[in-house]
């Protein structure tokens, strides 16, 4: 497999390096004087293959993390501080006032989400602009969520004016994969719930959130948001041994989730909002269409090269089609073009980790050690910054590709007689996120959705599996979700529900009447946000 080189046109040219020299901290971008740390892309820029150096970021200490939290700790103010505080149309209106300002970055973050992770250029536009309807969306639904509870109840002579109140200090930690909405997905409903936050950019996609720090500054009080660069341990054990993160908010993977939250040393008072990884099959069934199927299993396998936890993993394909299943899905897999992430129609495109070429073709040497086939002619093919997707069959479930996520491009295929070899192992698996199933016949795809909602939290019907629409439920069970993200329901998980309760006697309801009439409480309302 040749390397690739065309001439860059200029507007996604590296024209000049970000030297992201600052971080925030208590409403202060604070100038660092120490060490940095380079940011590289895999992505050429000479004919002559080396990485291209985009910037540096602060490698900031423990010390540097300690300020932040100190600094969140202070802006929350166990619970008693401005931001939680605040009337909920202040904190729409800092919110507001912040992706105002995000929009005008639009450009800068679209072609660093490009240089930085290889995302091709209409996936990071749609990263971007999905993000800011994410925002929006998530104003609205809080505008909802203050209109429903702007009333009393009353219930054995008890009122009760119930609302949702923030957790406290959140740690956010996203992810490489989606740096700009994964990240937001946590940050945006931690922030407007009434939460303070610290805040470690991925170590792939840091840059791009450069064009932001002002915004955050100037939109948010002091101490609501903290920026931080550097090592995720040097930075996170620090903070989580203080016992003063009220939330962890991390979308990755389960092990280091694991190693974080051990440092806490009051773990019943930790939340965790985690989005993790996934080992999603594909399940094709005789009966399916398979121009259709074999379609959607190259989205959900290839999307992004797999780097997905949403991406279709393995595939399980029934022995009556799977011979002429692996001979089309194959020929379109070789199909697919291999390019830099502005050109047009670039399927696949450079891999952001140096070191994953390297993993993907030691997970192929296993599996074929143990009896799979190459069955695409340009699997495996190897550049610099890239593998091609290997499609694998037969798998053999002893193979490290069957179990491990493998969150890059590669793809094994088993083939099942009956469908509750799939559905065993699936049951067997850590993971249970999503799953996808292809076929037509209903009096066997009831029963089947029947069983795979008790082993997934979400099941396509002759579709990939994908994270959106943002306003549908995104978790699940085992080791591949805390807690659910999407519009309605991130609100939620970052908050908990809060009232006041007055028996019903004259001497409390003239109180509460006052307390309405004169408006002098930013919790007991009942006005309409329109």
């Known amino acids: 497999m040749k390397n690739i080189f065309k001439e860059i046109p200029n507007e996604y040219k590296i024209t000049s390096l970000v030297n992201q020299n600052t971080y925030l901290v208590d409403g202060v971008l604070k100038v660092w004087n120490g060490a940095m740390a380079e940011v590289h892309s895999t992505i050429s820029s000479t004919e002559v293959y080396q990485p291209t150096l985009l910037g540096s970021v602060p490698d900031l200490t423990g010390d540097e993390a300690l300020e932040a939290l100190h600094a969140a700790s202070k802006a929350y103010g166990r619970g008693q501080g401005l931001w939680p505080t605040m009337k909920v149309e202040g904190r729409i209106a800092a919110m507001e006032k912040f992706v105002v300002q995000m929009k005008t970055k639009r450009a800068a973050i679209v072609k660093l989400l490009m240089w930085e992770i290889g995302k091709t250029l209409p996936d990071s536009e ?13 104003i609205e639904d809080y505008k909802q969520m203050d209109r429903d509870s702007a009333k009393f109840q009353k219930n054995s002579g008890v009122h009760a004016h119930i609302r949702r109140g923030p957790l406290g200090v959140v740690l956010c930690l996203g992810p490489y994969n ?18 303070t936050a610290v805040f470690k ?32 341990r040097t930075l996170a054990t620090p903070i989580m041994k203080t016992g003063l993160v009220d939330v962890l908010a991390l ?36 009966d399916a269409d398979l121009d259709l199927a074999i379609s959607e299993c190259i989205s959900g396998a290839t999307s992004f090269n797999g780097q997905r936890c949403t991406a279709l993993k393995i595939l399980y394909v029934h022995e009556d ?20 992430p502005w050109e047009d129609d670039a ?22 050690s143990k009896g799979a086939k190459i069955i695409n002619k340009k699997g495996g093919e190897t550049t610099e910054n890239y593998i091609f997707p290997a499609v694998l069959y037969p798998v053999s479930k002893d193979s490290r590709v069957f179990e491990e996520e493998q ?36 009096k066997t795809l009831a029963p089947l959705i029947d069983t795979l909602v008790n082993l997934v939290c979400r099941v396509n019907l002759n579709s990939a599996a ?29 908050s908990i529900r809060t009232f006041l309760a007055a028996k019903d006697t004259e001497y409390n309801n003239a109180i509460l009447q006052e307390l309405l009439d004169k408006k002098n409480s930013n919790f007991i309302n009942t006005d309409y946000i329109l």
């Open 126 to 138: 749609k990263e971007f602009d999905r993000t800011v309807e994410y925002i929006y969306d998530t």
């Open 407 to 442: 969150f890059g491009p590669v793809i094994p295929v088993v083939s099942f007689k009956n469908i509750q070899e799939p559905l065993d192992d699936m049951a067997a698996s850590n993971y249970g996120q999503q799953v996808s199933v292809f076929g037509s016949e209903v």
């Open 347 to 368: 399927k696949l495109t450079p891999l952001p980790e140096p070191g994953k070429p390297a993993y993907i073709q030691e997970l192929i040497d296993d599996a074929v």
């Open 466 to 494: 994908q994270r959106g629409p943002d306003v549908y439920p995104f978790t699940g069970r085992k080791d591949s979700a805390v807690a659910t993200l999407s519009v309605h329901d991130a609100l939620r998980s970052f």
């Open 321 to 340: 089609i799977v011979a002429e299943f692996n001979k089309r899905f194959a020929a379109k897999v070789d199909s697919l073009k291999f390019a830099n």
């Open 201 to 232: 950019p991925a170590k792939h996609g840091v840059l791009l959130l450069s064009p932001l720090l002002e915004a955050f500054q100037t939109s948010f009080p002091a101490g609501v948001v903290n920026v931080i660069y550097g090592r995720g």
């Open 251 to 286: 979308i990755g993977n389960s092990t280091s989730a694991n190693a974080i939250q051990a440092n806490h040393p009051q773990k019943n008072r930790l939340r965790l909002v985690l989005g993790l990884e996934a080992k999603n099959p594909g399940i094709v069934l005789p």
């Open 178 to 195: 989606y740096p700009l909405n994964e990240t937001f997905a946590l940050l945006i409903p931690a922030l407007i719930m009434g939460n």
